[in-house]
């Protein structure tokens, strides 16, 4: 009997132990979700370095670099992105946007800290049945630079340089190619990906590296 009540008590204190710890972990998750929250109000749109506005022009603009026609389907929204490291913790704020190029829709991505664009993505990839005409990797090349300086992303002062020969992706019906931009006072040249259409050229995603490492506001 007593070697029962014992066991009972034993489950007892076990059972309050384990209620103990979910309580504290449920009261940590929510005090670290409460001062994320306080964290992304601390950046309201009156504090970012560009208004809704101005982003909604650049995209615009962007867009009309490698489309006839270009509108927004939804408006500019800013996010925070955070990284961290053995010696610092950074934040920056991204604006997003949602535009239809030539009946293509694609999000755009722009560094708050530059104005900036960081990256360029479909929102979806449709079926393409159109006849290639860009057959070659160095016919790929002279498009892609010819896209990057039209869209801005390499001014004709930087010395531009092809990473690795472009690569056919025949699935997506597309040329890849990697380039790194060195400007007048660029220690370590940046790089940017950017994928173009083998059948009209246009692009279809880009990444630039030289944005997507630019962090501002220390934790």
């Not at 270009?70 to 946007?97: C, D, F, G, H």
């Not at 694609?106 to 290639?132: E, H, K, M, W």
């Not at 498009?143 to 020969?165: D, N």
Request: with cysteine; hydrophobic share 40%.
């Amino acid at each position: 009997m007593l070697q029962h009540l014992l066991v009972r008590l034993s489950f007892r204190r076990k059972a309050w132990l384990i209620f103990l710890v979910l309580l504290l972990t449920a009261c940590f998750n929510g005090s670290w979700q409460v001062h994320r929250e306080a964290q992304a109000q601390a950046i309201a749109p009156s504090r970012t370095h560009f208004t809704a506005a101005q982003i909604r022009q650049r995209a615009l603009t962007f867009c009309l670099t490698f489309s006839n026609s270009a509108r927004l389907i939804s408006e500019p929204q800013y996010k925070l992105e955070y990284v961290y490291s053995q010696t610092r913790s950074m934040r920056r704020v991204i604006w997003t946007v949602l535009c239809k190029t030539d009946n293509k829709d694609c999000f755009l991505d722009f560094n708050d800290v530059t104005g900036n664009i960081l990256d360029l993505r479909p929102q979806y990839v449709a079926p393409n049945t159109a006849t290639p005409k860009i057959r070659t990797p160095e016919e790929a090349a002279n498009v892609a630079l010819l896209s990057l300086q039209e869209m801005g992303i390499a001014p004709k002062s930087a010395r531009m340089t092809l990473q690795e020969v472009p690569q056919h992706q025949k699935v997506q019906h597309s040329w890849k190619t990697t380039w790194s931009v060195a400007g007048p006072s660029a220690k370590e040249p940046p790089q940017v990906l950017l994928i173009v259409s083998d059948a009209d050229g246009k692009p279809m995603h880009m990444v630039n590296d030289g944005e997507a490492n630019v962090y501002t506001h220390a934790l």
